[in-house]
């Protein structure tokens, strides 16, 4: 009776699944291990995924790193590159070097938080974050890469994605043990739906509908066919019963909660019993939950000027209309008022030092997860305060003075923790940025400046004045005398002077322990010679540039220079030549020693053909006295 019964229930239903939402998702992976090296590709590289018959068109995706080991996840890069050719970076140079064994990433669009750079990263769901931008080796595409995994909603999911794993840094190895995967067409992470589903069906009993009693057990599998407990999402089947079934029509809200899975396809299994006591039967085959179009029901419309449909409407502007809220309180001048899950403060009291602020956890503000203040009035605050510590953008005090980058101790008006970048053309100025065109006095310009003036080729410029001519300009090096006096010591003027006290020279590494290869010059003296020193006035062109002074000049010849010390000629980006006597100690020291060779070489010839004429003149002396003897004299 009971195979008979089973046999009548199975061939005799009709129906339908509703609201489900997400049942359409879809999860496709690749179990295969990914080995990443001490520094290099991953092997395989890439590692592939092939969708076939899947969705046209991407409603919601995540993708999944299964088993990750490192033990210094700061040298991962991982790229997703899509059929389509879009390349996102999911994660590259998070984590430093905490090391992570085992670990599931999800990664998903909407997530609230990046994955952290230099502390342990946990299981999780995390948005796509890249701290390090290198481009990674062929065959991956050439960078640049975004980390905008939303912006392949709305692309087809058929073709082959890739999945490039590269080690950036030597000393450090590790694994995707189980490999990845990407779920198509879930739930968003921000944006939770309903779990609850309506079926709805006939059941006939020889080619007539039911009518009476029925008792029904509902359950949801991962798998159309399997028989398998482990395919089944529950152990015990929800049960329910129909007392008084009419035209065999069943229609039945399911809210199966948490234990739904929403990244893989599922199925409704239905047990009939009729008459009630005559034993179960399973009806085939499995119905599978489609999706339908969800006109969401907001959980919390807490800001709303209408909320009609929202759960909880704590602050909507007129109460009035938000008619089917469990909760609507409109704020009243004097009271502060919490809001859903503490995500936003409102403080509404005469209190003008107090204005907004954000609170709570999986709130998004200026792309952190704020856990506290983010911002409030003229008595202090801080922009980016975050859950896990403070994460600070910029702070303030009842000092006016601001703090950037973390900096919440503040003595100065700015200050600044970490490395500051204004970006080009910008203009670091001190005091106001001044008279730029030479039409006032006591308001010149003092500013840094970077000029690209070719690729890969930069100039920091500090500008001081406006007038070429000016000697009163200059770049002093001073000490503190005391707190409001300086004492110069080394002083650049704009008139191409610099003074330094006593007139010392530059100073350079000498000691022979950091020399090799020493050798003494030869023919300093002959070399020098063959350069002249000339007057000259510069040409209009080059005073106007500020390389060349108005008036007469005293200095050499770069081309003259340049065949006899190379070394000392350089080339600006205009390809002028200009000279820097390097060494010039050295070599007046060389010089004066060959010209001293020179001098005793010449000496000594002196003294000898001094010594040889008075040898000469002592001989004829004696000749001569031996000759007056002779004479009688």
Not at 127 to 147: E, N
Not at 329 to 355: C, E, F, M, V
Not at 535 to 563: H, K, P, R, T, W
Request: aromatic share 8%; hydrophobic share 40%.
């Amino acid at each position: 009776m009971m195979l008979a019964s089973r046999s009548f229930f199975a061939a005799s239903l009709v129906g339908a699944v509703m609201g489900c939402g997400f049942a359409n998702a879809q999860t496709y992976t690749n179990s295969t291990p990914i080995s990443i090296p001490d520094v290099g590709n991953g092997a395989p590289y890439p590692s592939s995924i092939t969708i076939a018959g899947g969705p046209s068109s991407i409603t919601y995706l995540t993708v999944t790193l299964n088993a990750l080991t490192h033990s210094y996840p700061g040298d991962i890069q991982a790229l997703l590159v899509a059929p389509g050719g879009q390349k996102v970076m999911l994660m590259s140079g998070t984590g430093g070097g905490v090391d992570v064994a085992n670990l599931t990433l999800v990664i998903a669009p909407d997530a609230p938080n990046s994955i952290p750079i230099g502390t342990v990263i946990t299981p999780g769901t995390y948005r796509p974050t890249m701290y390090y931008s290198g481009s990674l080796g062929a065959p991956a595409p050439a960078g640049p890469y975004s980390t905008d995994l939303a912006g392949l909603i709305g692309t087809n999911a058929n073709g082959t994605w890739n999945l490039y794993i590269f080690d950036s840094s030597g000393g450090d190895s590790g694994s995707l043990a189980t490999g990845w995967s990407i779920n198509l067409n879930g739930v968003g992470v921000t944006s939770p739906l309903p779990m609850s589903f309506t079926y709805q069906g006939q059941v006939n009993k020889n080619g007539s509908p039911i009518s009476g009693m029925v008792n029904a057990r509902y359950s949801v599998w991962d798998s159309a066919i399997s028989q398998s407990p482990s395919n089944r999402l529950f152990t015990t089947p929800s049960w329910y019963s129909y007392p008084a079934v009419s035209n065999g029509l069943i229609n039945q809200t399911l809210d199966l909660g948490s234990i739904l899975t929403l990244n893989k396809a599922l199925w409704l299994e239905i047990e009939i019993e009729s008459p009630p006591g005559g034993g179960f039967t399973t009806l085939a085959p499995r119905q599978p939950l489609t999706t339908t179009p969800v006109s969401g029901r907001a959980i919390a419309a807490n800001t709303a000027d209408s909320a009609t449909l929202a759960t909880t409407a704590t602050n909507a502007t007129a109460a009035a209309t938000a008619t089917n809220a469990l909760s609507a309180q409109a704020l009243t001048p004097g009271y502060d008022r919490w809001l859903s899950d503490k995500n936003l403060y409102l403080h509404a009291s005469p209190d003008i030092l107090h204005g907004l602020g954000w609170y709570g956890v999986a709130k998004l503000f200026a792309g952190f997860n704020v856990d506290g203040p983010a911002l409030f009035g003229q008595s202090g605050g801080v922009l980016g305060s975050t859950a896990g510590g403070q994460k600070i953008a910029v702070a303030w005090d009842a000092n006016q003075h601001v703090g950037v980058g973390g900096a919440i101790v503040m003595p100065e008006a700015l200050t600044v923790q970490g490395n500051t970048q204004i970006n080009t053309p910008g203009k670091l100025a001190f005091g106001t940025l001044g008279n730029l065109i030479g039409t006032a006095e006591n308001s010149d310009a003092v500013y840094f400046v970077r000029d690209n003036y070719i690729n890969n080729g930069s100039i920091l410029y500090l500008v001081i004045g406006d007038d070429p001519a000016s000697v009163d300009d200059a770049l002093v090096i001073a000490t503190t005398a005391s707190a409001t006096t300086l004492s110069p010591r080394f002083s650049f003027r704009t008139d191409g002077t610099a003074l330094k006290p006593g007139g010392g020279s530059w100073a350079a590494l000498s000691d022979p322990r950091a020399k090799h290869d020493a050798a003494p010059l030869a023919g300093t003296l002959d070399r020098l010679l063959t350069l002249r020193g000339y007057s000259f006035l510069y040409n209009d062109d080059a005073i106007a540039s500020g390389m060349g002074l108005a008036g007469e000049q005293i200095g050499l010849m770069a081309d003259e220079v340049e065949c006899v010390f190379p070394s000392w000629v350089t080339t600006n980006q205009s390809g002028m030549r200009m000279v820097s006597e390097r060494a010039t100690t050295a070599l007046m020291v060389e010089a004066l020693r060959d010209l001293r060779t020179e001098k005793d070489a010449q000496l000594r010839s002196r003294d000898d053909r001094i010594g040889k004429l008075e040898a000469d003149n002592a001989d004829l002396k004696s000749r001569l006295a031996r000759l007056e003897s002779l004479l009688g004299k």
